[in-house]
């Protein structure tokens, strides 16, 4: 299981770039990129940080862009964000997943099988439904 890539849910990409990971969250990230483990996050990452900015939710230390482009340089790439993976996000049968970005990194983490690094109460009560694999942060 600790070999299965980590897709970062938006909260947590967040709170990386902020430094503000729990130190489990950051240790666990720390021995997957050290064992060369894939870590992502969601082109749609991008999508909802904006929409946070655009509505004052999130103040950034710089614009949208740049700042995603900097959560990058933490040995992050990019997932892909495919039209399978749209269509998978419609087809979760998860009433609690309301959010279109949490829907779109469950389908995500499905499609790949990522571990979800999240502090998302949605996400995690999708995984405690064994629907898929969650990390706190």
Do not use: H
């Not at 894939?38 to 900015?53: D, K, M, N, Q, R």
């Not at 933490?74 to 009433?95: H, I, K, R």
């Not at 995500?108 to 990522?114: D, M, V």
């Amino acid at each position: 299981m600790k070999d299965r890539p980590i897709l970062l849910d938006t909260c947590a990409a967040i709170w990386l770039a902020d430094g503000k990971l729990s130190k489990s969250a950051e240790a666990t990230l720390q021995e997957a990129i050290g064992q060369a483990v894939p870590v992502f996050v969601s082109p749609i990452t991008a999508w909802e940080v904006g929409i946070l900015v655009a509505r004052n939710r999130l103040a950034l230390s710089r614009p949208v862009m740049p700042w995603f482009r900097a959560v990058l340089t933490f040995g992050v790439s990019l997932a892909e964000l495919s039209p399978e993976v749209f269509v998978a996000s419609t087809e979760l049968g998860a009433d609690e997943l309301r959010d279109p970005a949490d829907r779109i990194i469950a389908a995500t983490a499905r499609a790949f099988q990522y571990r979800v690094m999240t502090r998302d109460r949605p996400l995690i009560a999708y995984a405690a439904r064994g629907q898929l694999s969650a990390i706190p942060c």
